[in-house]
């Protein structure tokens, strides 16, 4: 047996427990819904993540449309799990009630999906009819101990959702999703307008593009695509 492959087996039975709540997925992906309703309504994001949520949320403004990350970490049995949820809306979704409800119940029908796929990685390393990456973290000196990262996401061309999924032993914890955020968050605990001004065909006026489009089609999970061949 490989010392990666022992390693990955003394994780998984210390942090079992913690590991087989896939549920968290879902969870992680309501909120983002939530969020995306708040900014429907204030046309604004606030910088407040919803109650009941974690606080560690990252909404970022791209070309394509309104992306937001949220995560969650936890200390179990001497060391952590940090589990990452990521999706977005066009702009063209998130200025209209009516296609922001259909983009919410596609956001958290994927969830659902991952969540299966995370459920299938953690028990036997298949992921379904998802796409998985790993990192692999070793460290030795003033930090010690090994993380483990697995990038999970669905290998169709439907709208964006990924998980980032990274469980470890070492002293450091995690830090924020950064395979999964690609540009800088909107600053966070300030009100600022993320709805640009839409023309009457749902555009972003001044833009020369169609923000959303790439919203849809699996925009985000490129890097873990090229990564993963």
Known sequence: MTRIALITIV??????????????????????????????GTRKWSGKSPAGCPSTVAV????EGVFITIWKIEQVNGGWVNTAFSTA??????ASKKDLAKANRDIMSRARRLAR??????AGNNPLD???????????????GSDIEKIIWLK??????VIEFSYGDSVTEP?????????????YGMIVNVIPQLDD????????????ASANIGTGAGSTRNAGK
């Open 117 to 122: 796929c995370l459920d299938s990685v953690i």
């Open 156 to 161: 169709d061309d439907g709208r964006n959702a």
């Open 11 to 40: 994780l998984v039975f210390a942090f079992g427990s913690t590991l087989a709540h896939a549920s968290d997925v879902k969870e992680l992906a309501a909120c983002t819904v939530k969020i995306f309703k708040e900014i429907n």
């Open 89 to 94: 809306e066009g702009y063209w979704e998130v």
């Open 60 to 63: 970022e403004k791209r070309p």
């Open 130 to 144: 998802c796409g998985l990456r790993w990192n692999k973290s070793y460290h030795a000196g003033e930090t010690t």
């Open 175 to 187: 830090f924020e999703p950064a395979d999964i955020i690609e540009t800088s968050p909107l600053p």
């Open 201 to 212: 065909g749902g555009h972003e006026k001044n833009s020369g593009g169609t923000p959303g």
